[in-house]
């Protein structure tokens, strides 16, 4: 499997505040974003995958949706989220 819960673990600690902060805006960005990247090279592959394709887009603006409220409470701590992960508008 390509997330367990080890390499979950390991970005809500490198991301949140600890290992246990699952709820952070940040944790969960990074989440999305490493399911974003999986599933983008999946469909690379498997071109015709549309149940993929759809799950993929659900999960792109699930993560816009929580860069939005991220950019409303608190601009610090969305431009370094976006800086640490790579993200670009």
Not at 10 to 39: D, M, P, V, W
Not at 52 to 81: F, H, N, P, Q, S
Request: charged share 35%; hydrophobic share 35%.
């Amino acid at each position: 499997m390509y997330l367990d819960s080890a390499k979950k673990a390991e970005l809500f600690e490198k991301y949140g505040k600890s290992a246990t902060n699952t709820g952070s805006a940040e944790s969960q960005i990074a989440l999305f974003t490493f399911r974003i990247s999986h599933l983008t090279s999946h469909l690379q592959k498997n071109r015709k995958d549309f149940s993929t394709e759809r799950a993929l887009k659900m999960l792109v603006g699930k993560r816009r949706r929580m860069l939005d409220y991220l950019i409303k409470t608190d601009i610090e701590r969305y431009r370094a989220i976006i800086k640490e992960l790579g993200i670009r508008r």
